[in-house]
Nanobody, 121 residues
């Protein structure tokens, strides 16, 4: 499945952004969806996941600040980011699969271009 991310930008610390990811994935499939991010000079890390039944997970550093959601009709994944911190600065990537299914042949996916989020003081 393919994805296309949007919604990034530059904000001051404490601000908010909402990322969107349009996908070709059937969001009712078992595959789920996920947001990852890659900070400058670092590897890509998992931020949040959502399953077809709406079950969500978050990395500890974003709990209470970020909210993942999905619109199955629009085939769009969202990431609402509030109370942004400088350390949230990264390129954010959407994946059309939950990491559990990355090697499942029923859940093939490709990475998008990502969307840059820059948080300044």
């Amino acid at each position: 499945a393919q994805v296309a991310e949007s919604g990034g930008g530059s904000v001051q610390a404490g601000g908010s952004l909402k990322l969107a990811c349009v996908t070709t994935r059937n969001m009712d499939s078992k595959c789920g969806m996920a947001w990852w991010r890659q900070a400058p000079g670092k590897g890509r890390t998992l931020v949040s996941t959502i399953n077809s039944d709406g079950t969500t997970t978050y990395v500890d550093s974003v709990k209470g600040r970020f909210t993942i959601s999905q619109d199955k009709v629009k085939k769009t994944l969202y990431l609402q980011m509030n109370s942004l911190k400088i350390e949230d600065t990264a390129v954010y990537y959407c994946a059309a699969a939950n990491p559990t299914y990355y090697v499942d042949p029923e859940c093939p996916f490709s990475w998008g271009q990502g969307t840059q989020v820059t948080v300044s003081s």
